[in-house]
């Protein structure tokens, strides 16, 4: 049986794109007749604009017929979580806050994809603000797993995972702050990439925690991945975090770099709380490594069991920051109840926000303010530096770390909204990489009994994108876990 | 649920600029009592001698050309004013 085209994948399509086989309009009249009829289920979507789109397509054939294709992504649709600006497209980071917010301006990644003559395809559900970890934190109503519409498909960017595991994008780019892309691809069956801080540009994308915030595809495969991050890396002077170096070809790379590798497990990701399924098969994704001449080193990461309360001081410290500027003057909700300029940025934040912005701008003012700074936010910042040496102490052994993505698969949605500190836990395993910089992806290996998928996290050296996807790569190549479709 | 170790919500959410009602109050307050209580092990952790990061790499003094580059249009700065005049954006009266 042939895979439908909204199936396939950025390699197969572009192949077919450039043979004629395929225009770009069939193909996105495919991913919108697709959307259409999955989007009620899965709600993967806070806006998509059909007519746009297939513009976008028409724009691409003509390219093509006149022998000006720009490249493996021309004419291809790729969805946007909805944090990331596109000119003259709705911005709502799921908040009531910008629900009538239209982007000014395009993000350098949205630059980028359009230069890559992307099709731009819909603006993607998320948790409000990218807070969140199952996607229930949108004031637009939860993204549903496609692999079972009753479970979550993780979060923050729950939507720009759900939307590519059910066949309504080809490709699609999220945010990762301490785990918002690696944990909804694990979720949901798709690789997903966290690069290095500071090789992509975040100038466009609405800021949550400035030191911690990096874009990052999800793709159904590792080439996929390897494509998308090509397009978007790059230093950009617009980013004043942005690092100066050289952007490799990452797809032809993945195919040279063969190991043996060294590969560390870190102990402290395999204690208690971990799901004896995803630990199986974890476990047998480090033999499937060992078996192919990999040495296995078991290494440790000592301060692990801080990363948590490290991260929910950094992170809403400055999100209480980042999050000042909605006070209802400029742009963003303005309430009507204020009568004066206090009362503007009093009322207009109390409506807009939902109640984990909220939290979370209450704790990172707290952890801020005066008299509780050096208890909580410096001392935070010094244990960052503790838990980046420690995995910089690995890395004098091991090439990569080869870890579980999430202790759990996708939960229930409405299983852990009342509890705040039991939804922190979901991202024990991937927020050390954020404090610590650190490139790092998730990417299937296998299904729990109840036909949940399992994601396996490898995480590399500081720009060393090509090593990590080469390890990601040698594994894909030898399983078929990417061959599976959710049956929606 | 943990008591709160000493978060002073009224005052925190005054310096936030966040209107709460009281039903928020109290239910925050004691969600993120329990958040605190996780939060204070980092008190266990020896940071003697160890400096702060403040983001992963060392990047400073980031320079740019002194070049002047377009900036965004008046209408397009505006378009997302919730009340605009004259070019300008109406705010509720500041001074008497």
């Given at each position: 049986?042939s895979?439908?085209?909204?199936?396939?994948?950025?390699?197969?399509?572009?192949?077919?794109?450039?043979?004629?086989?395929?225009?770009?309009?069939?193909?996105?009249?495919?991913?919108?007749?697709?959307?259409?009829?999955?989007?009620?289920?899965?709600?993967?979507?806070?806006?998509?604009?059909?007519?746009?789109?297939?513009?976008?397509?028409?724009?691409?054939?003509?390219?093509?017929?006149?022998?000006?294709?720009?490249?493996?992504?021309?004419?291809?649709?790729?969805?946007?979580?909805?944090?990331?600006?596109?000119?003259?497209?709705?911005?709502?980071?799921s908040?009531?806050?910008?629900?009538?917010?239209?982007?000014?301006?395009?993000?350098?990644?949205?630059?980028?994809?359009?230069?890559?003559?992307?099709?731009?395809?819909?603006r993607?559900?998320?948790?409000?603000?990218?807070?969140?970890?199952?996607?229930?934190?949108?004031?637009?109503?939860?993204?549903?797993?496609?692999?079972?519409?009753?479970?979550?498909?993780?979060?923050?960017?729950?939507?720009?995972?759900?939307?590519?595991?059910?066949?309504?994008?080809?490709?699609?780019?999220?945010?990762?702050?301490?785990?918002?892309?690696?944990?909804?691809?694990?979720?949901?069956?798709?690789?997903?990439?966290?690069?290095?801080?500071?090789?992509?540009?975040?100038?466009?994308?609405?800021a949550?925690?400035?030191?911690?915030?990096?874009?990052?595809?999800?793709?159904?495969?590792?080439?996929?991945?390897?494509?998308?991050?090509?397009?978007?890396?790059?230093?950009?002077?617009?980013?004043?975090?942005?690092?100066?170096?050289?952007?490799?070809?990452?797809?032809?790379?993945?195919?040279?770099?063969?190991?043996?590798?060294?590969?560390?497990?870190?102990?402290?990701?395999?204690?208690?709380?971990?799901?004896?399924?995803v630990?199986?098969?974890?476990?047998?994704?480090?033999?499937?490594?060992?078996s192919?001449?990999?040495?296995?080193?078991?290494?440790?990461?000592?301060?692990?069991?801080?990363?948590?309360?490290?991260?929910?001081?950094?992170?809403?410290?400055?999100?209480?920051?980042?999050?000042?500027?909605y006070?209802?003057?400029?742009?963003?909700?303005?309430?009507?109840e204020?009568?004066?300029?206090?009362?503007?940025?009093?009322?207009?934040?109390?409506?807009?926000?939902?109640?984990?912005?909220?939290?979370?701008?209450?704790?990172?003012?707290?952890?801020?303010?005066?008299?509780?700074?050096?208890?909580?936010?410096?001392?935070?910042?010094?244990?960052?530096?503790?838990?980046?040496?420690?995995?910089?102490n690995?890395?004098?052994?091991?090439?990569?770390?080869?870890?579980?993505?999430?202790?759990?698969?996708?939960?229930?949605?409405?299983?852990?909204?009342?509890?705040?500190?039991?939804?922190?836990?979901?991202?024990?395993?991937?927020?050390?990489?954020?404090?610590?910089?650190?490139?790092?992806?998730?990417?299937?290996?296998?299904?729990?009994?109840?036909?949940?998928?399992?994601?396996?996290?490898?995480i590399?050296?500081p720009?060393?994108?090509?090593?990590?996807?080469?390890?990601?790569?040698?594994?894909?190549e030898?399983?078929?876990?990417?061959?599976?479709?959710?049956?929606? | 649920?943990?008591?709160?170790?000493?978060?002073?919500?009224?005052?925190?959410?005054?310096?936030?600029?966040?209107?709460?009602?009281?039903?928020?109050?109290i239910?925050?307050?004691?969600?993120?009592?329990?958040?605190?209580?996780?939060?204070?092990?980092?008190?266990?952790?020896?940071?003697?001698?160890?400096?702060?990061?403040?983001?992963?790499?060392?990047?400073?003094?980031?320079?740019?050309?002194?070049?002047?580059?377009?900036?965004?249009?008046?209408?397009?700065?505006?378009?997302?004013?919730?009340?605009q005049?004259?070019?300008?954006?109406?705010?509720?009266?500041?001074?008497?």
């Amino acid at each position: 049986m042939s895979v439908p085209l909204h199936f396939q994948t950025v390699a197969e399509l572009s192949a077919q794109l450039a043979s004629g086989k395929i225009s770009s309009c069939e193909l996105t009249r495919a991913v919108l007749a697709r959307t259409r009829v999955i989007e009620p289920q899965v709600h993967a979507f806070n806006s998509f604009d059909e007519a746009d789109s297939l513009a976008q397509a028409a724009a691409s054939d003509a390219r093509r017929t006149t022998g000006r294709s720009l490249g493996p992504l021309d004419g291809i649709p790729v969805g946007l979580k909805d944090v990331i600006s596109v000119a003259g497209q709705p911005l709502t980071a799921s908040s009531k806050m910008l629900a009538n917010f239209v982007s000014p301006y395009d993000a350098t990644v949205t630059e980028k994809l359009k230069a890559a003559g992307a099709v731009l395809h819909g603006r993607l559900n998320c948790d409000e603000f990218a807070m969140g970890s199952s996607t229930e934190n949108s004031a637009f109503g939860p993204a549903h797993n496609p692999w079972d519409l009753t479970r979550t498909p993780g979060g923050s960017s729950g939507g720009s995972a759900a939307a590519l595991a059910s066949g309504s994008a080809i490709a699609t780019l999220g945010s990762d702050t301490g785990g918002s892309i690696r944990q909804p691809a694990a979720f949901c069956g798709l690789v997903g990439l966290k690069p290095t801080y500071g090789l992509v540009s975040r100038y466009g994308l609405i800021a949550y925690a400035s030191s911690l915030d990096q874009i990052g595809p999800f793709a159904r495969t590792v080439e996929d991945a390897a494509i998308m991050l090509g397009i978007i890396a790059g230093h950009d002077p617009r980013d004043s975090t942005s690092f100066k170096t050289q952007v490799p070809d990452y797809r032809a790379e993945i195919k040279t770099r063969r190991g043996p590798w060294k590969l560390g497990v870190p102990k402290e990701y395999f204690g208690a709380g971990l799901d004896p399924e995803v630990g199986a098969a974890v476990e047998k994704a480090v033999g499937f490594y060992k078996s192919q001449g990999c040495e296995i080193r078991e290494v440790s990461l000592p301060h692990t069991q801080y990363c948590l309360d490290t991260y929910y001081i950094i992170a809403t410290a400055e999100a209480s920051s980042n999050l000042a500027r909605y006070d209802g003057i400029r742009y963003g909700h303005r309430s009507k109840e204020a009568k004066d300029v206090l009362d503007v940025y009093q009322k207009s934040r109390a409506e807009g926000f939902g109640d984990e912005v909220k939290r979370r701008i209450i704790l990172g003012t707290y952890v801020l303010s005066s008299g509780y700074y050096d208890a909580f936010y410096l001392r935070a910042q010094k244990v960052r530096t503790l838990i980046r040496r420690d995995f910089l102490n690995a890395y004098r052994e091991v090439d990569a770390l080869i870890t579980p993505t999430s202790p759990i698969p996708a939960f229930k949605l409405g299983e852990k909204s009342a509890d705040p500190l039991a939804m922190y836990l979901c991202d024990v395993y991937t927020i050390g990489v954020n404090l610590a910089g650190l490139p790092a992806l998730s990417l299937p290996c296998g299904f729990t009994a109840g036909g949940l998928p399992i994601g396996l996290q490898l995480i590399g050296q500081p720009f060393r994108e090509a090593d990590l996807l080469a390890v990601a790569q040698a594994y894909e190549e030898a399983h078929e876990w990417k061959l599976k479709y959710p049956a929606l | 649920m943990a008591p709160p170790s000493d978060l002073n919500i009224d005052r925190v959410a005054e310096l936030a600029r966040l209107a709460l009602t009281d039903e928020e109050k109290i239910r925050f307050a004691a969600q993120l009592g329990s958040v605190l209580v996780h939060i204070e092990q980092l008190a266990k952790v020896d940071v003697t001698g160890i400096e702060p990061t403040a983001h992963a790499f060392a990047l400073s003094n980031v320079w740019a050309e002194d070049v002047a580059q377009p900036g965004l249009a008046v209408a397009d700065a505006l378009r997302n004013a919730p009340a605009q005049r004259n070019n300008m954006i109406v705010v509720p009266k500041v001074v008497d």
